[in-house]
Nanobody, 116 residues
């Protein structure tokens, strides 16, 4: 059984920061590329950032320079540090591995709301 549990979301004012966590089980975490995705109301889910098993990172242009993805393989956890938050960052944030994305397998996500 695969379980991906996101946490750390909340309500924050523009310019503030949040750190999201994703605890994974049921996958071979250490060899998986892990990604953070978000879905704003009325919009499709989009990739925010991902990180390979070797630590190489990739970011959407909209968050580059503000967000940082990291992972702790010993804890089977991936993080997303979000700084300088903007109202357009509002949405439900999900983590997933590549296979889960292909299978349309998603957790419940964590809500991030950024007020102006």
């Amino acid at each position: 059984q695969v379980q991906l549990v996101e946490s750390g979301g909340g309500l924050v004012q523009a310019g503030g920061s949040l750190r999201l966590s994703c605890a994974a089980s049921g996958i071979v975490f250490s060899i998986n590329t892990m990604g953070w995705y978000r879905q704003a109301p009325g919009k499709q889910r989009e990739l925010v950032a991902d990180i390979t098993s070797g630590g190489n990172t990739n970011y959407a242009s909209s968050v580059k320079g503000r967000f940082t993805i990291s992972r702790d393989n010993a804890k089977n956890t991936v993080y997303l540090q979000m700084n300088s938050l903007k109202p357009e960052d509002t949405g439900v944030y999900y983590c997933n591995d590549r296979l889960g994305t292909r299978l349309s397998r998603w957790g419940q996500g964590t809500q991030v709301t950024v007020s102006s």
